[in-house]
């Protein structure tokens, strides 16, 4: 039982590239999500699904896609990269709302745009 | 505009003291807080929760208490131990999908 992964852990991205951020869970949650963390700002949600087929904005979607096409997967995706996305990404999810429900956090994903 | 705020950066403590962390929201909707723990190079793990009709929760070493009418809740660490250092991070929601974030404290327990 794996939990959260995210792939990858480090990137380093020129402006105007666009790349995948991959998260996968095990644990057959609906709910998925993605934060960016940056300092002074704590975590700011991006976007997120409440299930497969289904997703939503959250605070700061600007610049970021999201699709969710399976119940264990949520990649998000950056189509021109700007220096302002340098960040610490974290993926979470649980089993339905994260009101009452535990979130599980991945590991990160630390990207650099230069 | 931040609706969760953590206005101290930094909190450092001896072992075996009590470590008290705030955090003051302005969105009045909010009625469910709750905290997590993040160590360095790991992601956040959940830790303790409260709903807007409580004023009090316990869990073991962690108690969190809820001041609605002053829109401020504090975590209570006791007695703080060395693998309490950690980053703590307090969030709010008001409604079921999105959850709000204060920007962190981070505790350093000395020997």
């Known amino acids: 039982n794996a939990g959260v992964t995210q792939t990858p852990k480090f990137q380093v991205l020129k402006t105007g590239q666009s790349m995948t951020l991959q998260c996968a869970q095990d644990?057959?949650?609906?709910?998925m999500s993605w934060y960016r963390q940056d300092p002074g700002m704590g975590l700011r949600l991006i976007h997120y699904?409440?299930?497969?087929?289904?997703?939503d904005q959250g605070e700061v979607p600007n610049g970021y896609n999201v699709s969710r096409s399976t119940t264990e997967d949520f990649p998000l995706r950056l189509l021109s990269a700007a220096p302002s996305q340098t960040s610490v990404y974290f993926c979470?999810?649980?089993?339905?709302?994260?009101?009452?429900?535990?979130?599980?956090f991945g590991p990160g994903t630390r990207l650099t745009v230069l | 505009d931040q609706q969760v705020k953590q206005n101290s950066p930094s909190l450092s403590v001896q072992e075996g003291r009590i470590s008290i962390l705030n955090c003051d929201y302005t969105?009045?909707?909010?009625?469910?807080f709750l905290w997590y723990k993040k160590y360095p190079a790991e992601g956040p793990t959940f830790l303790i929760s409260?709903?807007?009709?409580?004023d009090k929760n316990e869990d073991g070493r962690f108690t969190v208490f809820l001041n609605k009418s002053a829109k401020h809740l504090s975590l209570h660490i006791v007695p703080s131990q060395p693998g309490d250092s950690a980053v703590y991070f307090c969030?709010?929601?008001?409604?079921?999908?999105?959850?709000?974030f204060g920007a962190g404290t981070t505790v350093t327990v000395r020997a």
């Open positions: 979470a999810s649980s089993s339905q709302t994260p009101r009452y429900n535990e979130q599980f």
């Open positions: 644990m057959n949650h609906e709910y």
């Open positions: 699904s409440v299930g497969a087929g289904i997703t």
């Open positions: 969105n009045s909707m909010f009625d469910y």
């Open positions: 409260i709903s807007s009709i409580k």
């Open positions: 969030a709010a929601i008001f409604n079921d999908y999105k959850l709000s």
